[in-house]
């Protein structure tokens, strides 16, 4: 029974989230970190392209330093979104109308 009992407890600490719990997230905030994190891709494929038709020394040097940065902000917007707790329903993204 006492083993029984630990176990429950360390169920409990692992697998069922807190009330207080920091990390969860509303739909307002999961639309707009999905959004960041949209466009950091984007300016991540911009600049690889950018990259790519570089010419010059100071051209080429800017081309890595902006590839480097969108790189990396894509990958800080990546681990936030993995450190939040999300619900799993599915996100509908309105599109605009024109």
């Known amino acids: 029974m006492d083993m029984q009992l630990k176990w429950i407890e360390v169920y409990q600490k692992w697998f069922v989230p807190h009330k207080n719990q920091v990390n969860a997230v509303d739909k307002n905030e999961k639309l707009a970190l999905f959004q960041e994190i949209t466009d ?5 494929s911009e600049a690889q392209a950018r990259l790519e ?3 010059g020394k100071d051209s080429i040097d800017y081309s890595i330093y902006a590839l480097e940065a969108a790189e990396k902000r894509y990958e800080m917007l990546l681990r936030i979104a993995k ?3 999300w619900d799993n329903q599915r996100m509908e993204v309105e599109k605009e109308s024109n």
């Open 40 to 44: 950091a891709r984007i300016q991540w």
């Open 53 to 55: 038709w570089a010419v």
């Open 83 to 85: 450190q939040k707790v």
